[in-house]
């Protein structure tokens, strides 16, 4: 079955970095685009980066572009998010999405808090 399990969220001050992980399992990971989302505190979730399967094509949310950088590692079934320089606005649920056959795939998420 598939499955996604993000990792490596935790509470960090502003200006700090953190990179979170997901790794994957039961689909042709080589062969799948990922995504990351996040959800504020009480907003809707959005979309913060997507990689397509080999690694060479990225996209960022506009307001996140220069901070945060999404990557995978085949072999390892996982991808990454890179994030510097954070602030408190960048406080939220972070998860992992993998579509396969028009279907979307959650991790349970990993929180990210940005606090002095």
């Known amino acids: 079955q598939v499955q996604v399990v993000e990792s490596g969220g935790g509470l960090v001050r502003p200006g700090e970095s953190l990179r979170l992980s997901c790794t994957a399992s039961g689909f042709n990971f080589n062969a799948t685009g990922m995504r990351w989302y996040r959800q504020p505190p009480g907003k809707e979730r959005e979309l913060v980066a997507t990689?397509?399967?080999?690694?060479?094509?990225?996209d960022y949310r506009d307001s996140l572009k220069g901070r945060f950088t999404i990557s995978r590692d085949n072999a390892k079934n996982t991808v990454y998010l890179q994030m510097n320089n954070l602030n408190t606005e960048d406080t939220a649920m972070y998860f992992c999405?993998?579509?396969?056959?028009?279907?979307?795939?959650w991790g349970q998420g990993t929180q990210v808090t940005v606090s002095s």
């Open positions: 999405n993998a579509r396969i056959q028009g279907l979307h795939n």
């Open positions: 990689i397509g399967p080999d690694g060479t094509y990225t």
